[in-house]
């Protein structure tokens, strides 16, 4: 559209919208600026917007009288093109105006007052109650705009108007925003009549939306905006008038759009024909839970969430997947994101997603984003072509998976169309933070599957529910995993996505069956019964006195085989670990764990999962794991003989999962052909080891203990044992079992206060997690309207809001670097690429990068309440000690904390000595 067509005056062609902030006297005047931010939301809606998220916005639009489907579309597109053009229109103030003078250009202020606007401001400071995208909503209101629509301008800097004050009763709101000046209310009566024209349409006052479309027309905002304002795309121009004239809004947007390379909505996938998918994709015939699972997807009517139940590697991610694909291809969605629980687990299924993608022979280009803390040290992501740099046409045609370089960054991130990290940027879509419409945005593009969904406490279950209310709400499909999700935890999920209390399920009363498969189809619940595989395990229980843990391995060792150990904290696993070497020598024993450096663990992961994988080549003929947590999930090794810690039910089968995992081909040592797994840590029925109850509690511990057999099939058992240990109406049944080993009377008194703290535990976890939620999309109700009110979490980093959607409690991340006794610093010796390398000066990117890498948790000791404000003084001191904070201009070493190790890797902190080597990561003992 051509925005000379309309004529504005001289006063609204006087108005500034961008300003050079380098010395330079350049800038943009705000009807350019406007043009330019309408015409990239137009191509944002052309090109980019998957038809689900076109559709949400259809269907928020509420207007009087009929319209058939075709002129609802055409209106969305107008009404994008609106708020794109009315963005900014709060700039036509003399509040705003008068910033001008602050940064040097004092002559655009001349010139608008020589035009007739009065820029007198009686209270300057107290202009910031006023920022212009405020006024800017009261200007739309006030020219007959709905709230609804006006809200968005209002929030597009990322935060909706926290309460409607009566604006125009403050003493200050004349000479601010203009709005009780003529001339100010003629020229602001004008830029609204100009977004009118650059939409398209003679009037909007009758037209409404709904709180969904305002969110996502909210994010779009904020991304055409920020497309518009890349002065590197939109370059700012002399004051010379003549060169306004060079060129369209709407040339200057196709180019920009060019040189960003975003990657256009296409149909993510070819046209496979759904019978031959997982052959294509994969490369394998499915079993019939992955079949049944993309039946059902293919079958459902409209989005809505699926919870995918089936044991652990029955290939629940392949169906996923090919669930996503059938969604996407049916309702029009541009991606998926991927969630998991942790970073580790994040990196483990990225080369499977990458993969899986470029399987899709979709002809086209799509981006992808690791979404995590540590993704700049992920290799598999870091060695993806920049699409930025695709500036042959033929080259982008055989890139299937591109990172593309606007879609980067913590809030732009999601904006790509595969993203794959930790539930936490999902959980995030419900936290208080600014510019999180654009995160909604990301989502609502996307299928989104979340993975080992049992791995969630109640804190973080407290967000997942609100998030999925959303998600519901847009008709975002969502695909739950796991193998061990109990009966209720199931009926919340599903009751969350439907905006619901409660739901009832066909198996509510009664022990699930296994595998299963639930989905929602509007306000009904379905759930079919897939056969099973008919892989079954038989897994022997052995309970085991930790003394004798050597002699029994020695025993079951004698002929050779791969032992597994899981302890419940690191400190445990440590210790285990010496005690093994002691028993069966250094070469014998491995040990896992996450106060590992992050390329130290990968490198271990990989070596166990080279080792001990379905392939045999490499297998040892003797090998004890140590291990802790992170052994549970996503870690392929198959171990002869278990021996576990006790732990909650559910994670004790997902550590099962690692038994006998695959059917090999090579005999296991006599010994050890029957799969059994010890388990460890249980003094008595009521009594556990220190450890274990520190991190689980003793409720769980306490039914677990109860259900446990000599004898699991696996996987018939699993749904029975998991319905026992988190479901009510057990407690007689488990009192019975306790007190077959201990006083009645004492086993139900003390496995009533275990049930009482708990409860409390749970309760406190939930209403903590209320403090910084959003509401639910019913709760929010017409408008954004103090959608993010204090308090609300920002954050440069994003680490506040990582940490506010988990209840892990404190944590201090630092990095390790080495002082030797000739007082230069050093890289840890065997740091990939850089090691021992000593640094004389501020590192360069590639050794800054390095050296970030070597990042680790402080253990828990050092970051307890009581003490945490010390170790960071004392950190601090450090880091001005050794001279480090110069090294703070580097993007990777801003602000870090540092552990420097003398030439022993030893460092004194508090009252401890802490050491990091590689075999046993970083430990600590008390200076004596």
């Avoid at 301008?153 to 409607?164: D, E, F, L, S, W």
């Avoid at 479309?213 to 939109?234: C, K, P, R, T, Y």
Wanted: hydrophobic share 40%; proline share 4%.
């Amino acid at each position: 559209m051509n925005h000379d067509m309309l004529e504005l005056s001289s006063s609204a062609r006087s108005l500034w919208g961008k300003l050079s902030l380098t010395g330079a006297h350049l800038w943009l005047p705000l009807w350019m600026h406007l043009a330019d931010t309408a015409e990239m939301a137009d191509l944002l809606w052309s090109n980019w917007l998957p038809p689900h998220t076109k559709e949400q916005i259809v269907q928020g639009i509420d207007l009087p009288g009929s319209a058939t489907l075709a002129e609802r579309e055409n209106l969305a597109r107008k009404i994008v093109r609106f708020l794109a053009a009315a963005h900014d229109c709060g700039k036509a103030s003399p509040g705003f105006v008068m910033k001008a003078e602050k940064v040097g250009f004092g002559d655009i202020v001349d010139e608008i007052t020589s035009k007739g606007l009065s820029v007198e401001v009686q209270n300057q400071v107290l202009a910031k109650r006023f920022p212009h995208a405020l006024v800017g909503e009261s200007i739309l209101e006030h020219q007959g705009v709905d709230r609804s629509l006006a809200d968005i301008v209002g929030a597009h800097h990322g935060k909706p108007v926290a309460c409607k004050q009566d604006l125009e009763a403050a003493p200050e709101y004349p000479s601010i925003t203009g709005m009780k000046d003529e001339a100010w209310r003629n020229v602001q009566k004008e830029l609204v009549k100009y977004a009118l024209h650059l939409a398209g349409l003679s009037a909007i006052s009758e037209v409404s939306l709904n709180v969904t479309a305002q969110v996502i027309l909210n994010g779009l905002l904020i991304m055409a905006d920020w497309l518009a304002s890349d002065e590197n795309q939109f370059p700012l121009i002399s004051r010379d008038y003549g060169i306004i004239q060079a060129g369209s809004a709407q040339d200057r947007a196709e180019q920009a759009w060019f040189n960003l390379r975003l990657p256009k909505y296409q149909q993510f996938a070819s046209a496979c024909p759904w019978s031959q998918l997982y052959e294509e994709r994969f490369g394998r015939q499915p079993r019939p839970v992955q079949v049944h699972a993309l039946q059902v997807a293919v079958q459902m009517e409209h989005p809505g969430l699926m919870v995918i139940e089936a044991p652990m590697g029955e290939g629940k991610t392949e169906a996923a997947l090919a669930a996503a694909e059938a969604f996407a291809r049916r309702f029009g969605l541009g991606g998926i994101y991927f969630a998991l629980p942790t970073q580790a687990t994040s990196d483990g299924i990225f080369p499977r997603i990458e993969s899986w993608i470029e399987h899709l022979h979709a002809g086209v280009s799509r981006s992808i984003f690791l979404a995590h803390g540590k993704a700049g040290f992920n290799k598999a992501y870091t060695g993806i072509k920049l699409q930025s740099h695709l500036y042959d046409e033929e080259d982008a045609k055989h890139a299937d998976v591109v990172v593309n370089d606007w879609t980067q960054g913590r809030k732009k991130g999601l904006l790509a169309d595969f993203v794959v990290g930790t539930i936490d940027h999902v959980l995030m879509g419900g936290l208080k933070m600014k510019h999180l419409a654009l995160r909604h945005l990301g989502l609502v593009n996307k299928v989104v599957i979340l993975d080992e969904c049992h791995a969630y406490d109640a804190y973080m279950n407290q967000y997942l529910d609100l998030v999925l209310s959303w998600l519901g709400a847009y008709g975002v499909p969502v695909i739950v995993l796991s193998a061990t999700l109990p009966l209720h935890r199931r009926q919340e999920l599903l009751a969350a996505y439907q905006g619901k209390k409660k739901t009832k399920c066909i198996v509510a009363d009664s022990i699930s069956p296994y595998p299963l498969i639930s989905y929602t189809e509007g306000e009904n619940v379905h759930q079919d019964l897939p056969e099973p595989s008919g892989r079954k395990r038989t897994v022997h229980l052995q309970q085991l006195d930790e003394d004798n843990l050597g002699d029994v391995l020695s025993e079951l060792l004698s002929e050779g085989g791969c032992a597994g150990i899981i302890c419940n904290t690191v400190k445990k696993a440590q210790y285990v670990a010496q005690c093994m070497e002691m028993y069966f020598g250094e070469d014998c024993v491995r040990l896992l764990h996450s106060c590992f450096l992050s390329f130290d663990r990968v490198r271990k992961e990989q070596e166990l999962c080279d080792l001990l994988g379905p392939q045999e080549d490499h297998r040892p003929d003797k090998l004890i794991v140590v291990g802790t947590q992170v052994m549970e999930q996503s870690l392929d090794v198959d171990f002869d003989v278990l021996f576990t810690e006790i732990c909650p039910l559910d994670l004790l089968l997902q550590r099962v999962g690692r038994l006998h995992r695959h059917n090999r081909e090579k005999a296991r040592p006599s010994r050890l052909q029957e799969a059994t797994c010890y388990v460890m840590g249980i003094q008595d029925a009521l009594t556990f080891d220190e450890g274990s109850t520190a991190v689980y509690g003793e409720y769980l511990l306490m039914k677990t203990r109860a259900f446990l057999k000599q004898c699991l099939v696996l996987p018939d058992d699993i749904p029975r044992l998991v319905q026992q240990v988190y479901e009510d109406g057990y407690d007689d049944e488990i009192i019975n079992h306790l007190a077959k080993e201990v006083d009645a009377s004492s086993a139900e008194k003390q496995y009533d206060i275990a049930a009482d703290q708990y409860t409390k535990h749970i309760e406190e976890k939930k209403n903590k997690a209320k403090t910084f939620q959003i509401k639910t999309v019913k709760a929010q109700r017409k408008n954004l309207l103090g959608w993010l009110n204090a308090p609300q979490i920002e954050d440069a980093s994003g680490k506040r809001g990582e940490a506010t959607v988990r209840d892990s409690g404190n944590s201090l991340t630092v990095l390790v670097i080495c002082k030797k006794e000739d007082g230069c610093l050093y890289t840890l010796p065997w740091l990939p690429g850089h090691g021992d390398a000593r640094i004389d000066d501020v590192p360069d990117d590639a050794l800054a990068k390095a050296i970030a890498s070597c990042s680790i948790n402080l253990p828990s000791y050092f970051v307890q309440d009581w003490q945490i404000d010390k170790v960071i003084d004392e950190l601090e001191e450090v880091v001005l000690d050794n001279h480090l904070d110069s090294w703070y201009v580097s993007h990777w070493l801003k602000g870090e904390l540092f552990l420097v190790l003398n030439e022993d890797h030893e460092m004194h902190l508090l009252d401890r000595i802490l050491v990091y080597d590689e075999k046993n990561g970083l430990w600590s003992y008390k200076e004596e």
